[in-house]
């Protein structure tokens, strides 16, 4: 095997492939040859990094120089000097966001990584994914070799009990519990499952353990095969992720090929076979039942439990579906031991959780915290804060049907029963943080938005009662609501609960309850002072310019859309607020700032 | 000549739906195949579907029309999906949605009359980093802002 001096390392996940890093990896490739460094240094491309925002990262080892938003005109410099010369190029070095400004050479020593705890996500970003042999030299399908060869089949089941991991789809159900069900539920044919129908907006920690670690999963999900007793596996992923699909084809046909997936793997008479199903494009899918009648080829709408998948689920068979983050977490587990595991997080919640940290915060990327981390210290000290001064408004948790907390919560501990208590939800683990320019109740709106369109229709409260409360909210949000809309609401919330069958209706009024219960104000200014504080509902504000500020440069009225705009060259121009739509394009091109909205 | 090109595109469909026959769950993915070679589910493909599966019109078209990937109406030749998940929304997608509408004049879900393009908001790219992110094609652009979106239309035909 040939061996190199040092280690660039392109990250081609999709956050970085969309900033650019296809051809930034062309042109290192070329730039190495023409150099003839090639035959020194290894040009690897890896999986996500989870600090998208920075992207297209570039890692350079041995010394774990990280550079950020690296361009292709940028690579000649970079060999010169990092490769050629042994200096770190400083200019393209992780910057902090604060004031002061400080250039971070090591990846290790960025604050975005210093406080993360790294299980699922360790092989993310150092392992190219496409070669199972570098997965394999980072102790892959050791766990899986413990297993058949070495462990009792009740031992294994056994770690995974009491190592306490629960379910990270969401629901956090025990693992070795849910296992246990399905190894014990009679029948010859059992089926497993890997939920990678990952539809919750703002979240994409399974597409980037899919895209930057495939294997892991797929070493997950034989471990379950085998204590369960199952011949064959689905791995069930949205469409929505091609390179997702591309690379767990990659992993299992190697995994093939080695003789890691097919019959009589590793000489026991333990024989396995996994497919891939691509979603067609519901939310409702990633609902257990609703998934399945999807891998059947049936409209995916979810049917009443019991009977619970354990005994009777892929056709009719006993199926066990566990999601993607949980599967990857199995083969750490079984390497490492229950104790080691469960001495990470809390009482309840054992491990770590990945978050998505989006929106208005400075370093938006993928979080791998242990349990128990607080809220602050994932969004102010490993997501940096809120960018350019703003003041935090409320972080909304668990996707969709998930519910927004605001400052006061932000010390609560991230473990499954503290985020309940407080009406959001763990969900898929979603964190998308807002500032004071986002309208809560616009927000609300824009979920319940969301759930309306996704509801599968079968429950009339989750079909109907969304639908009212939907137009409750855009009342409001026109000015036209009154006092008593707000207990209805509350009222009709309860009610889509009680009465769905499946979690999508019995989360669904989750953000509304919670705006209402944490944001009455907000609401209250919306109702009786007609006003949207955060200036978002085009009905309750309007645009003017101030004719003390203008100079008359006559942009505004090129810029806008509708003509509404009035004024001679260089005399103040003036808003027919009658024509406005209050797009706000006048706003944004303003060069002297005398536009302003209330 | 009509009578040829319909036998053409029932040869093409049983050919799709050869390797799926007798398949458990097949419906879904030859839905996917027929419309990746047709660009949509036309009526009379579905025809061809139905019979040569042995179910229904009816199940057929419950499948193609509860899922969004299925189109029943031809496709522009570039498909635009802006973005309207969260973290876009809260990174301020709806002022791209809507410039993509007005450059475009066309409406969410629908086609350009030269069938230039067809819009589709979707939930949730998984891009979220970049927000506000629009996926043209195959190709992902992220940190959007209105103006930057002709620039980015115009390149394709």
């Known amino acids: ?598 | 000549m009509v009578r040829v090109q319909t036998a053409d595109i029932e040869e093409k469909v049983k050919e799709i739906i050869e390797p799926w026959k007798g398949k458990k769950g097949s419906l879904i993915p030859i839905l996917q195949n027929v419309q990746h070679e047709f660009g949509y589910l036309r009526e009379d493909v579905m025809e061809v579907i139905s019979r040569e599966l042995r179910i229904p019109m009816a199940e057929a078209y419950g499948v193609a029309t509860f899922y969004a990937q299925f189109h029943l109406k031809p496709r522009g030749r570039h498909v635009i999906r802006v973005c309207r998940g969260t973290a876009c929304h809260v990174r301020g997608s709806l002022k791209i949605l809507d410039r993509v509408k007005e450059t475009l004049n066309v409406g969410e879900h629908e086609t350009t009359d030269d069938l230039r393009f067809t819009l589709e908001p979707v939930a949730c790219l998984g891009a979220c980093g970049l927000a506000p992110v629009v996926m043209i094609d195959d190709t992902t652009y992220g940190r959007l802002t209105p103006e930057g979106i002709k620039p980015i239309l115009d390149k394709y035909e």
């Open chain 1, 1 to 598: 095997m040939a061996l190199y001096r040092a280690h660039v390392l392109v990250c081609r996940g999709t956050g970085c492939t969309a900033s650019g890093s296809g051809p930034l990896y062309e042109t290192f490739r070329k730039e190495l040859a023409r150099r003839g460094l090639d035959k020194e240094v290894m040009l690897v491309e890896t999986g996500c990094h989870g600090m998208c925002e920075m992207g297209p990262i570039v890692v350079v080892y041995p010394e774990g120089s990280f550079y950020c938003r690296v361009k292709p005109e940028d690579v000649p410099e970079l060999v010169e000097e990092h490769l050629y010369k042994g200096r770190i190029l400083q200019r393209l070095l992780y910057t902090t966001p604060d004031v002061e400004k400080i250039k971070i050479p090591h990846y290790r020593d960025i604050p975005f990584y210093g406080k993360q705890r790294r299980i699922v996500l360790r092989n993310c970003g150092y392992i190219n994914p496409d070669n199972i042999e570098e997965y394999i030299a980072r102790d892959g399908y050791q766990a899986l070799a413990k297993v058949l060869l070495e462990l009792p089949a009740e031992e294994t089941l056994d770690i995974v009990k009491k190592s306490g991991l629960r379910g990270r789809g969401g629901a956090g159900f025990p693992t070795g519990r849910k296992w246990e069900f399905a190894r014990m539920a009679p029948g010859d044919k059992k089926y497993i499952v890997c939920n990678a129908d990952e539809g919750d907006p703002g979240a994409f920690m399974d597409r980037s353990v899919l895209e930057g670690d495939p294997h892991s999963v797929v070493e997950g999900m034989l471990i379950g095969a085998y204590i369960i007793g199952s011949d064959e596996g689905y791995i069930y992923c949205r469409a929505e992720y091609p390179l997702a699909i591309k690379r767990l084809n990659t992993a299992i046909e190697q995994a093939e090929e080695l003789g890691l997936i097919g019959d009589n793997i590793m000489g026991t008479d333990f024989s396995f076979h996994l497919h891939i199903k691509e979603g067609a494009g519901a939310f409702v899918c990633g609902e257990e039942t609703a998934l399945m009648a999807s891998i059947e080829g049936k409209r995916g709408m979810p049917n009443p439990r019991p009977p619970f998948p354990a005994n009777s689920g892929l056709w009719g068979k006993p199926t066990n579906i566990n999601n993607v983050e949980t599967w990857a977490n199995i083969p750490q587990i079984i390497l490492n031991g229950a104790e080691w595991f469960s001495s990470v997080g809390t009482e309840t919640s054992k491990g770590t959780k990945i978050f998505a940290l989006t929106g208005k915060v400075n370093n938006t990327g993928l979080v791998e915290a242990p349990m128990g981390m607080t809220l602050r210290e994932v969004i102010f000290d490993i997501g940096g804060g809120i960018p350019n001064n703003k003041k935090f408004k409320a972080v909304q948790l668990g996707g969709p049907s998930g519910g927004c907390l605001p400052e006061s919560m932000l010390d609560t501990p991230v473990d499954y029963e503290s985020i309940n208590a407080t009406g959001a939800i763990m969900g898929s683990g979603g964190m998308v943080v807002t500032d004071e320019d986002t309208c809560i109740v616009d927000f609300a709106k824009f979920f319940l938005t969301f759930v309306q369109n996704e509801s599968c229709g079968k429950c009339p409260f989750c079909r109907i009662g969304t639908k009212r409360m939907l137009e409750i909210l855009e009342r409001i949000c026109e000015g036209k609501g009154k006092l008593e809309d707000l207990d209805l609401l509350e009222d009709l919330a309860q009610k889509v609960k009680d009465g769905s069958l499946c979690a999508l209706g019995g989360t669904a009024p989750n953000p509304v309850q919670t705006t209402i219960k944490y944001f009455r104000d907000e609401y209250i200014a919306h109702i009786v002072d007609k006003k949207c504080p955060a200036k978002v509902c085009t009905a309750l504000i309007h645009y003017t310019i101030d004719p003390d500020k203008c100079i008359g440069c006559t942009r505004c009225a090129r810029e806008c859309p509708v003509q509404a705009i009035s004024g001679e060259v260089k005399k103040p121009h003036l808003i027919d607020q009658d024509l406005c739509i209050k797009c706000g394009r006048c706003m944004a091109v303003c060069p002297v700032k005398a536009i302003s909205v209330e």
